[in-house]
């Protein structure tokens, strides 16, 4: 396998350099120097190692950081580096680095920059470093963060997600190649114990010191070996004199290679009880080399560490705990053995010559997402909220489609529809979703607004909203536009909400806006999407906008979460149906008409299920009293509003879904239905048309004798009949639905790469 593939442009690298490793970000640089990608004279060193970490005094800082500035500035004139790779940390460290940031834009100089030091949490509390830090990560072309935590948590300071990269921290090839020793059953009355990194009170040592005086006074012989220094090495010696550890724990000074390879031979258990921490590397070389790691549950340990089986978590702060975890670590050779073979198996793929090649990738890379347009979609929901129907299906398949086209990022809401309760979700801060996609869940006006005017310097190239009427993501977004504050090209998917049936619902409001938006000229520039013909003229006769900016393009069919298998359909006995609607419970729905469908005398028996979200309590109230007015061969249950995946197990109890819609512009729930296996009734107020003579359902003008003649007609078929309904329902998702998802997507791209020009 070729390592060295991409071209070797100047870098600048800013890291640490010592002669023998001082914790975490000096063993990753050395070990980037030993990879071909960052071995030769390409590579420029700025070194930023800090000596003494106890010499923090601010007239050090400062001269420390001038001369490191003065340095930099002789290598910009004298070397013209095409790019920088820069390792900081925190505090005043990341100002440093943070003015070497913009410094170097002023040159045309690129930067990534890699922030490595857990203890920035700290720092964030300062709402001044805050700002700082997004003016920071704004400059550069990218942000590395070492694992999920922290690129969720520097989401909340980047106008654009893209910017932040996960790369995990590295070690040398021969660490993750070479096989752990041999396991040595150790003494059973004694535990070993092994500590390497800096001595601040942020690593949790103190915890440490009294976890073995518990576990001293429960019977058990501990020895703890402290290797490293810091500022708090007296305090340490003074807390193991005062718990009575002399000869229990010795401190050790720093480790060099030799004394690595010696704690390795020895197979001691690794404690790391920090409070703080970036991805630590000494938990990596532990796992490597085979040592059990008990550490505590925080930023990226968990997502290295797994709980049992590859080592041991437990809370900080508590080293009583602490203790637990290392009696029933220490006194289990068993599990010990099995939880090293384990660890060895979970660092395998982070050998450092592939974050070298990432690494130089992401420095040379001259266009931040790889050519990709930028995609911004505003919906008033989005998944895992499903009450709102349609609009989150249509939002989330065009997602699915899309993802490698575009650069899709959502901004959305905090909840559901017709909801009050908070989704299950980490809100005000960008969540990466599967495939790539990018969502915002905000929890307010004011973050929705941070969110979107922020974006001024990096704008989309399209803002695709989900509707017409809502007025944080329809109506406020087209205003911002007006006024300049929103400069990308529009498209306006009104997802049926400028039908007949639709306008009819609040009309007073929904027409006083649509003449305000033609007076201001909200819709001057604004393109359309329209999901057939009929509603292409809904649009023009509401917005009066020309039919040049009206595009007809049908919704993604629903269908990759098929739940149907052939020859296994529920069984249908002539005299008996069971019925399910599934949709929103509005008078668009028309459900109240159904209701008066089933409101005479017939033979036979009726089972309705209902499935959804109630729009309005005052329809709902009176569905009600029609479904208690109903004759006794029928059958009523309002099962609720479902997720999708458990909706469609549910529809595969019942023989027929009813849909007596007064206007539909695609109608997903009914491919829903057909992925199941269910064959439709609907109205005629849909795309859906000739469904009968495809023996898929029918399709029926809204006339009561006309259903009521299709419910006698259902309630009568045999199972024989029934069942070749539901095998076309299936063949025609594989024959029909799917492969006009292809040409659909052609569609999608052609007028989107008409609107971005």
């Not at 009294?210 to 305090?235: M, N, P, V």
């Not at 420095?363 to 998944?383: H, T």
């Amino acid at each position: 396998m070729s390592r060295n593939t991409t071209k070797k442009l100047k870098t600048l690298f800013i890291g640490s350099f010592p002669k023998e490793t001082k914790g975490g970000s000096s063993t990753a640089s050395i070990l980037l120097l030993e990879t071909s990608q960052f071995n030769g004279n390409h590579i420029i060193k700025l070194d930023s190692t800090l000596d003494d970490i106890s010499d923090n005094r601010f007239a050090s800082r400062v001269f420390r950081a001038f001369k490191r500035l003065i340095r930099l500035t002789i290598i910009l004139f004298r070397d013209r580096p095409n790019n920088a790779l820069i390792f900081c940390g925190h505090g005043w460290g990341f100002i440093e680095k943070g003015v070497m940031v913009h410094y170097m834009k002023w040159f045309g100089v690129e930067s990534v920059l890699a922030p490595n030091s857990g203890l920035i949490l700290q720092s964030l509390k300062r709402k001044r470093f805050e700002r700082f830090v997004s003016r920071v990560f704004n400059r550069c072309k990218h942000v590395i963060c070492q694992g999920q935590y922290w690129k969720d948590l520097f989401s909340e300071y980047v106008e654009d997600p893209s910017r932040l990269v996960i790369v995990r921290n590295w070690l040398g090839e021969d660490t993750i190649t070479d096989p752990i020793p041999p396991f040595s059953m150790p003494p059973r009355d004694e535990i070993n114990l092994v500590y390497l990194g800096w001595l601040e009170r942020y690593k949790g040592i103190s915890d440490l010191l009294e976890a073995c005086h518990i576990c001293k006074q429960k019977g058990t012989k501990i020895r703890l070996d402290i290797w490293g220094e810091g500022s708090t090495r007296d305090e340490i010696q003074v807390q193991i004199e005062r718990l009575g550890l002399q000869q229990d724990v010795k401190l050790k000074g720093w480790a060099n290679e030799a004394d690595k390879q010696q704690i390795y031979g020895d197979q001691p258990i690794l404690v790391l009880p920090s409070y703080y921490e970036g991805m630590p590397n000494v938990v990596l070389e532990g796992m490597a080399h085979g040592l059990p790691v008990i550490a505590t549950e925080i930023s990226t340990l968990p997502e290295m560490v797994d709980h049992n089986v590859n080592g041991l978590l437990c809370p900080p702060k508590k080293p009583e705990e602490l203790a637990q975890a290392i009696l029933n670590l220490g006194l289990d050779h068993l599990k010990r053995q099995e939880i090293r073979e384990k660890a060895k198996l979970a660092v395998s793929g982070l050998e450092s010559w592939r974050a070298a090649e990432h690494l130089v990738r992401l420095l040379n890379d001259k266009v931040q997402v790889a050519g990709k347009p930028r995609l911004l979609i505003l919906s008033d929901w989005f998944e895992p909220a499903y009450k709102g129907g349609g609009p989150i299906t249509s939002c989330y398949n065009f997602c699915f489609h899309f993802n490698q086209e575009f650069d899709i990022q959502v901004i959305t809401s905090n909840s559901d529809f017709k909801s009050d309760k908070p989704l299950p979700v980490e809100k005000d801060r960008w969540v990466t979703k599967p495939y790539g996609i990018q969502v915002f869940y905000a929890s307010g006006i004011v973050r929705y607004l941070q969110r979107l005017v922020v974006r001024r310097k990096h704008q989309p190239d399209i803002i695709y909203l989900q509707g017409v009427f809502s007025l944080k993501f329809g109506i406020l977004p087209l205003v911002l536009a007006k006024i300049g504050l929103l400069r990308s090209q529009f498209i306006v998917a009104p997802r049926g909400m400028l039908q007949s049936g639709a306008i009819e619902q609040k009309t007073g409001k929904k027409v006083l806006y649509l003449a305000f938006a033609r007076f201001f000229g909200l819709f001057r520039k604004i393109h359309f999407q329209a999901t057939d013909q009929t509603e292409k003229l809904d649009i023009h006769e509401h917005t009066r906008v020309s039919k040049e900016q009206i595009s007809v393009l049908p919704n993604f069919p629903n269908v990759f979460n098929e739940q149907g298998k052939k020859n296994a359909f529920r069984i249908k006995n002539s005299g008996d149906v069971r019925l399910v609607y599934y949709s929103r419970i509005s008078p668009k729905k028309n459900l109240e008409f159904y209701l008066d469908v089933l409101n005479y005398s017939f033979n036979g028996y009726v089972d309705l299920a209902i499935i959804g979200p109630i729009e309005e309590e005052s329809y709902w109230k009176e569905l009600k009293g029609k479904i208690e007015q109903l004759p006794d061969n029928v059958n009523v249950e309002y099962l609720g509003a479902m997720p999708l995946q458990q909706s469609l197990n549910k529809m595969k109890e019942f023989h027929f879904m009813v849909l007596p819609t007064l206007g539909e512009n695609y109608g997903h729930v009914i491919v829903e239905a057909f992925s199941v296996g269910l064959p439709v009734i609907v109205s005629d107020q849909t795309p859906w048309r000739d469904l009968e003579s495809k023996q898929l359902g029918w399709d029926l003008e809204l006339d009561m004798d006309i259903f009521r003649k299709n419910l006698v007609q259902i309630i009568s078929m045999t199972n024989s009949n029934y069942t070749e309904f539901c095998t076309a329902a299936l063949n025609y998702v594989e024959t029909e639905i799917k492969p006009e998802i292809k040409d659909l997507k052609n569609q999608y791209e052609t007028v989107l790469n008409k609107i971005i020009i």
